[in-house]
């Protein structure tokens, strides 16, 4: 890695944790990724969600078509668990490369997923024969009960949910995606190897005020939702702290601006024109460049068993302006970061 002032070359990174969609919006946000990454968790939250290996399979085709010719871009397919999900085929699609991970939904979590599971006890065999064939687990950690309030049901999750089944299957290998706690920071501290987390860039930048300050800012909503500032600070500390542990993961969630701007907004953030920027940015804030190509490069393909990629991408202290609006097939799309100007900018 070499790192002057106004430079930065690292090993060429992934993205642990982002959603495609499918059809024209699909084809037009794939390019963003590819031009960045080498590889990417693809999410099987579509309508309807990717269940099976047959259907990853078929999915990841679709993806494939969509890379512009020139670039080396490989999706890694996950299939979405639901409380009939048949742990064979799992295995099968695990044993034969289709299937990367698989992903937990908590019914009614996120967007698309209300073909989640309804209780962590419906999918125990499962989430055992996981364990037993080293497949990684993905976990979208949030309760879902309508009297948790939506700014603790993270927390909540890791009481209930995560830690008993950690404490339980101690070789079953999870990521915690999306983290935005402090309470998920020191879970995961805490963990053993076996469980590690994605960060996403967002909730490096934001804070809950960002949504609800000056008027409701649909474009700010994701979930989980952006916390406190403690929260934000104590995620800073983990995705700079070299720990290895924690990788990049954007949770880059395309939705089209009248789904975002609607009597009932779309919940994601759509970062994937300028993720690397976005995320050096605050590693260049804090005075850790250094530890940027470990989080970006390093230490996602360590935590699921992968090799490191070859080549490089280089970065440079050059203004970027960010426009207000991008491409997304059907409709247009606004980017995180829209109408500001980031510090850093890819270049190669």
């Not at 994605?198 to 804070?207: D, E, R, S």
């Not at 089209?256 to 050096?280: M, T, W």
Request: proline share 6%.
């Amino acid at each position: 890695m070499t790192n002057p002032a106004d430079s930065l070359t690292i090993r060429r990174p992934d993205d642990w944790h982002l959603h495609f969609r499918d059809g024209a919006t699909m084809r037009a946000v794939v390019p963003h990724t590819a031009r960045q990454f080498a590889r990417a968790i693809v999410m099987p939250n579509l309508s309807p969600p990717v269940t099976t290996t047959a259907l990853a399979r078929a999915y990841r085709e679709r993806l494939l078509e969509a890379v512009p010719e020139g670039n080396d871009f490989t999706p890694l397919m996950t299939a979405y668990l639901t409380d009939q999900t048949d742990a064979d085929d799992l295995a099968a699609g695990f044993a034969d490369g289709v299937l990367t991970a698989a992903k937990l939904y908590p019914a009614g979590a996120t967007t698309n997923s209300s073909h989640g599971v309804t209780d962590i006890a419906n999918i125990e065999s499962v989430l055992e024969r996981m364990a037993a064939i080293g497949m990684p687990l993905c976990v979208h950690g949030e309760v879902t009960h309508a009297d948790i309030d939506i700014f603790d049901r993270e927390a909540v999750f890791i009481d209930r949910i995560l830690s008993p089944l950690v404490d339980r299957m101690p070789h079953l290998k999870v990521i915690f995606e999306h983290i935005t706690t402090r309470q998920a920071v020191e879970f995961v501290d805490g963990a053993g190897p076996n469980v590690g987390a994605t960060i996403t860039p967002q909730h490096l930048h934001i804070n809950r005020n960002a949504i609800l300050v000056g008027g409701i800012r649909p474009h700010m909503f994701c979930l989980p939702v952006a916390k406190r500032e403690e929260h934000r600070l104590a995620l800073r500390r983990a995705a700079t702290s070299g720990s290895k542990k924690y990788f990049l993961g954007t949770d880059s969630a395309p939705h089209h601006r009248h789904a975002k701007e609607s009597d009932c907004g779309c919940a994601g953030i759509f970062n994937a024109p300028y993720a690397l920027e976005s995320y050096v940015e605050v590693f260049d804030e804090v005075g850790a460049l250094g530890q940027f190509e470990s989080f970006a490069s390093f230490n996602g393909p360590e935590f699921y068993g992968l090799p490191v990629n070859e080549g490089s991408v280089t970065l440079e202290k050059v203004d970027v302006a960010v426009p207000e609006e991008v491409d997304g097939g059907d409709a247009s799309i606004v980017p995180f970061h829209a109408g500001e100007t980031l510090k850093w900018r890819l270049v190669s």
